[in-house]
């Protein structure tokens, strides 16, 4: 079974408007961290937005913010007033396990990617 | 300025030849990643060091190798034994916390 789950492969959406983009997860350990991730077409992966399974509330970072649902095990991410340079790939990704706060944690596993496309 | 540099940006490389790529990263980060992309999907994780002198396989380490000499350079080679190397090829660090920073990549093509 997959482990991110991203429904959308593509997605068109006129400027100006919100967008929410799906990812759906799958781990059975209480301890994890989910990310999503830019990618213009460029190639760069831009890290968004972080949200941890003990956190409390939704996280958001300017425009970003991510709908944690912990008993769906669903993490979207909605982009509100969507400009033109959003146009890219969006990635979901897991981090499982408890982070090593001395080294860093183990790798991410990411969804197939959601090609977002904004319409002026 | 702090970040990640990949080189090079694109490697062609002759089947049967090994390749180097090139990871460094001036962030101070204990850990270190390489993942491969292939057109059209997510990024799948190589090999990882999360301190000098130590590294663990990943998901698909077969074909390929890496050292972590230093703090700051993680190189990732791709062996001959790597049946189909032909994908773009992301480095990425993290410490302290959870995020990873990426790389701009390499571009690997086998001709």
């Known amino acids: 079974a997959q482990k991110i789950t991203q429904t959308q492969p593509g997605m068109f959406v006129q400027e100006k408007e919100a967008v929410t983009l799906d990812c759906t997860y799958d781990?059975?350990?209480?301890?994890?961290?989910l990310f999503w991730y830019k990618q213009p077409s460029s190639g760069e992966m831009i890290f968004l937005i972080y949200?941890?399974?003990?956190?409390?509330q939704n996280a958001t970072e300017g425009r970003y913010s991510l709908n944690f649902q912990k008993a769906r095990k669903s993490a979207n991410l909605v982009i509100s007033a969507s400009q033109l340079g959003d146009s890219a790939m969006y990635f979901c990704?897991?981090?499982?396990?408890?982070?090593?706060?001395?080294?860093?944690?183990?790798?991410?596993?990411f969804g197939k990617g959601t090609h977002l496309i904004i319409q002026p | 300025d702090g970040g990640i540099t990949q080189s090079p940006k694109y490697l062609f490389r002759k089947e049967g030849q090994n390749v180097t790529l090139s990871c460094e990263q001036n962030l101070n980060h204990d850990a270190m990643y390489w993942y491969r992309q292939d057109p059209g999907q997510g990024l799948r994780l190589i090999y990882y060091?999360?301190?000098?002198?130590?590294?663990q396989k990943g998901d698909i380490a077969e074909g390929y190798s890496v050292s972590r000499e230093k703090k700051e350079s993680f190189p990732l080679t791709v062996t001959s034994a790597q049946k189909n190397p032909t994908a773009f090829y992301l480095c990425a660090s993290g410490g302290g916390t959870d995020t990873q920073y990426f790389g701009p990549g390499t571009r690997l093509t086998v001709l």
């Open positions: 990704a897991m981090r499982e396990g408890q982070a090593d706060s001395g080294g860093g944690a183990d790798g991410l596993t």
């Open positions: 060091s999360q301190i000098v002198n130590d590294f």
């Open positions: 949200q941890g399974s003990y956190d409390q």
């Open positions: 781990t059975s350990d209480p301890s994890y961290g």
